[in-house]
Structure formats: structure tokens, C-alpha cells
């Protein structure tokens, strides 16, 4: 079976500082990660994801993710945050060899606030 | 805009009723999934359909059915409702050709099961 978790409920950061949004996985085999944000009473946003190659992944707003196999995490990052990033993030894994019958399994969200 | 639509963006409706969700995918795709988010169990997968076949099954109760049609678009049907069913759904859709290829999101139906 595959997971992920999201450590922190909330991260908490002011605005201009660096934010980074914690996740790690459990899949059999290689994985592809995905992070969502959700802006409130909206769906979800793609923002970026692993798929191979290069650990350090770029996406969309500013937003990179850094893939770590021997931790298992794929931690979201920005260099410098802003008030309007404020929202649900969401990270994501689905199995690599699960083929087009594609599980996406869901962390439980970090709530993301960036203040003044 | 992701490309997905929903509808209704809104339901409410009394247990034991049966409702269903509408959903059209993005021009092209040809996977549809759904989801059910809710505060106690997260954002759940239920069911993939791929050019209107099952394709992959979640934690779909056996209340619940979904179909997809030959112009794709799918629909969720939810029956003899009761209030733990209350949630947002979600419908995503991607191309279906590639394991690693993004789902995009609806923006969801919220059902209120009173």
C-alpha cells in the first residue's frame, strides 16, 4: 500500500522568509510525487511533480520541491514567501508501476499561513 | 481554470436520497477520477474510469456508482445518503495514457446530507 505524510498541520512563516512544507512517502517500487495547493472553496491547483532525473524540481508561483530517495521525502519549497501563498498544500504519490490504472494517494494537507 | 467542470457546485439534500454529480473533463482527456474530501477521512480516491471502462477502485462505498459515458463525461451517483456522506466531491481528468501524468481538478461539489 502507499501513504504519505504531512508532518505539520500548519506551517506558519512571514512574509519575505523562506517556507518549506514537509512530505514523506511509502511506495512499493519508484515514485511519482505531485504537490496540489487548495485556495479556499476552490479544487485543486497543480503545482509541480517528480517523475525522474533531477532531484530538484521547479513549478509553478516559485514553488521547487527537492526529491530525497534515501529519506523518502519530497519537501516543498520557496525561496521567499508571499501573503497570497496562503492556502491547503496537498502532496501526492502514485506507484510508478501501477501503470494507467493510477492510484493517487494524498497526504492530509498543510495548512500554509504567510503573515505581515 | 483547470479545464474541468462540475456540477452542481452546491447540494443539499435529506438521508436516504439518492443525488447525482456531473462531471466533463478536460477537451482530450480520457481518464476521469473522482474524490471525496471530507474532514475526517482527508482527500480519498474512489474511482477511475478510462474511456469509459473502470479502470481503478478506491474506497468507494457499495452505495455509490459512477459511469462514464461515450462523450466521457462521468457522473457520481449517491444513494440512500446518510450525513457521513456529507463532503466535497471532486472529479479530475487526465490524458489517461501515462502513469505519471497530472490530474487536473474540478472545483468540486459540496453535498450537505441533512
Known amino acids: 500500500a502507499q501513504s504519505v505524510a504531512q508532518p505539520e498541520d500548519q506551517v506558519n512563516v512571514a512574509e519575505g522568509n523562506p517556507l518549506t512544507v514537509k512530505c514523506t512517502y511509502s511506495?512499493?517500487?519508484?515514485?511519482?510525487l505531485f504537490w496540489y495547493v487548495q485556495y479556499p472553496n476552490r479544487g485543486l491547483q497543480f503545482l509541480l511533480k517528480y517523475i525522474t532525473g533531477d532531484n530538484l524540481v521547479k513549478g509553478s508561483y516559485g514553488f521547487e520541491a527537492e526529491f530525497n530517495k534515501s529519506q523518502t521525502s519530497f519537501h516543498l519549497k520557496k525561496p521567499s514567501a508571499l501573503v497570497s501563498d496562503s492556502a491547503l498544500y496537498f502532496c501526492?504519490?502514485?506507484?510508478?508501476?501501477?501503470?494507467?490504472?493510477?492510484?493517487?494517494?494524498f497526504g492530509t494537507g498543510t495548512r500554509l499561513q504567510v503573515t505581515l | 481554470d483547470s479545464g474541468v467542470t462540475q456540477t452542481p457546485k452546491h447540494l443539499i439534500t435529506a438521508t436516504g436520497q439518492r443525488v447525482t454529480l456531473r462531471c466533463s473533463p478536460r477537451s482530450g482527456d480520457l481518464s476521469v477520477y473522482w474524490y471525496q474530501q471530507s474532514l475526517d477521512q482527508g482527500l480519498q480516491f474512489l474511482i477511475q474510469y478510462y474511456n469509459g471502462e473502470e479502470r481503478a477502485k478506491g474506497n468507494i462505498l457499495e452505495r455509490f456508482s459512477a459511469q462514464q459515458f461515450p462523450d466521457l463525461h462521468s457522473e457520481l451517483n449517491l444513494s440512500s445518503l446518510e450525513l457521513g456522506d456529507s463532503a466535497l466531491y471532486f472529479c479530475a481528468s487526465s490524458a489517461g495514457r501515462q502513469p505519471y501524468e497530472t490530474q487536473y481538478f474540478g472545483p468540486g461539489t459540496r453535498l450537505l446530507v441533512l
Open positions: 511506495v512499493s517500487g519508484n515514485p511519482y
Open positions: 501526492a504519490v502514485r506507484a510508478a508501476n501501477t501503470g494507467t490504472a493510477s492510484k493517487l494517494t
